[in-house]
């Protein structure tokens, strides 16, 4: 990957790398027929030499507005220079964190959820917490709530 902006020269022994964040959808509440998804392109950067818990990363630089009902698929340039946007921390996941990342279907599930107009109560519960463990776990998750700010408030605010 190229440097993320002609305003930060490269630093020796950094390395940077895409990241794509889990499609978020474009309507919500779920609405018949509107299935579209948005995900977001950015980057994770490392330097062992001068950042060893941690990593960099930059706001979103792409976006890929998928309708998963046709398929269609449109790519859109959100920056032709990303810039470095922070530090976050890396630790070791918790097993419930694991076992949360393991649904590998819920984005499917999602999907046709959205597609259908109506989320079950057992999807929502499954929704929430993989969607919130990246908004909490993901510098550019902050970013990314602020494109989407009905569908993240809705996975972040508390239940009961």
């Known amino acids: ?3 993320l ?9 950094e390395f ?3 990241r794509i964040f889990p499609g978020i959808p474009v309507t919500w509440p779920p609405q018949k027929g509107l299935a579209d998804l948005d995900f ?7 330097n062992l030499s001068q950042l060893i818990d941690g990593e960099y990363y930059s706001n979103p630089w792409g976006r890929v507005r998928a309708d998963l009902r046709v398929p269609r698929f449109d790519f859109q340039l959100l920056t032709e220079a990303p810039v470095r946007a922070g530090i976050q921390g890396v630790r070791p996941l918790l097993k419930e964190e694991v076992q949360i990342l393991g649904d590998s279907v819920v984005q499917v599930d999602l999907a046709s959820a959205l597609a259908d107009g109506m ?18 776990n ?22 009961g």
Request: hydrophobic share 40%; aromatic share 12%.
């Open 1 to 3: 990957m190229k440097p």
């Open 16 to 18: 940077w790398e895409p």
């Open 138 to 159: 993901h510098g550019v998750g902050s970013a990314i709530r602020l494109l989407h700010p009905a569908f993240s408030d809705w996975v972040c605010r508390p239940v």
């Open 40 to 46: 977001y392109a950015s980057a994770a950067g490392r």
């Open 119 to 136: 989320l079950s109560p057992e999807l929502a519960v499954r929704v929430r917490a993989y969607y919130g463990l990246f908004f909490r």
């Open 5 to 13: 902006s002609p305003e930060i020269p490269p630093i020796p022994g």
